[in-house]
């Protein structure tokens, strides 16, 4: 173990964090709905974009099941839009498909990964459609950044059951040959139902991305605290406990030595 080293594994969520999720659900559906004829304007993105954002949010509360959100996202946008005569699943199955075939990085996340990769353990957690994470991250170039990928359609649970957490564990004790110390981990997302509550609940350190310039939560309420600020607080957000919080992927390297001035 390297002493001057905070933390030996990172766990990166991807949508939101390391890739720009918005701008690739912008594609996809613009793709799609013109590829049906519908309209595909910023505005009908920015009322399905909140569709999805609850939907998923059900789901990691447990109240739904993964097929109910691909599907139900897109019968309540037909209903807004008033289309009944659309195949909600052939619609969703070639949305899928497109969302799988781009890729935007967010803060140079690609070159973070690499420069990371010799000193850490890099391992990506997402709640994602399978096929749709694993194109695009080896699209991307990801894949062979990171030492392996937990999907939770793979493991069977979503963030932020700790039962997610528990599966991956397996998987890095399998890569690794022991089990890490949950103090050696930490999880960098950029959601707060997903990512951080997942994080507290499994009882590793959290640090909390919301890209400078956003400075609303999911829920819609203002981000206490200065981005930026990497010290360790005892900050929280609806009840959510987060150790770190940066507003650029590039500052968790502040984050993760002990001292940054004198790392390998």
């Not at 499994?202 to 890209?211: E, Q, S």
């Not at 957000?237 to 968790?252: A, P, T």
Request: proline share 2%; glycine share 8%; aromatic share 12%.
């Amino acid at each position: 173990m390297n002493k001057n080293k905070r933390y030996d594994v990172l766990l990166w969520d991807v949508d939101g964090t390391l890739l720009n999720f918005l701008k690739s659900e912008h594609f996809a559906l613009t793709d799609t709905l013109s590829k049906y004829g519908l309209p595909a304007t910023d505005e009908i993105v920015k009322v399905y974009s909140g569709i999805n954002r609850k939907c998923w949010e059900k789901l990691e509360r447990g109240e739904v099941t993964k097929s109910w959100v691909l599907v139900h996202r897109f019968e309540e946008l037909f209903e807004y839009l008033h289309v009944t005569d659309v195949d909600v699943k052939a619609f969703q199955q070639h949305y899928q498909y497109m969302l799988g075939s781009v890729f935007y990085f967010q803060d140079d996340s690609k070159e973070l990964l690499e420069k990371l990769k010799k000193d850490f353990k890099q391992y990506i957690v997402t709640n994602g459609v399978e096929d749709t994470q694993r194109r695009k991250l080896k699209l991307s170039g990801i894949t062979d950044l990171v030492d392996d990928i937990f999907i939770s359609e793979c493991i069977g649970y979503e963030k932020p059951n700790p039962m997610f957490f528990e599966g991956c564990m397996k998987g890095i004790e399998k890569d690794l040959g022991t089990v890490p110390s949950k103090d050696r981990i930490l999880i960098i997302g950029d959601s707060l139902t997903s990512d951080m509550k997942g994080g507290n609940q499994f009882g590793i350190r959290c640090c909390y991305y919301k890209k400078d310039g956003e400075t609303k939560t999911e829920s819609g309420k203002e981000t206490p605290g200065v981005y930026g600020n990497t010290a360790e607080s005892e900050t929280e957000i609806d009840g959510i406990k987060l150790d770190y919080r940066i507003g650029n992927l590039w500052e968790v390297e502040q984050i993760l030595w002990q001292n940054p001035q004198t790392r390998n």
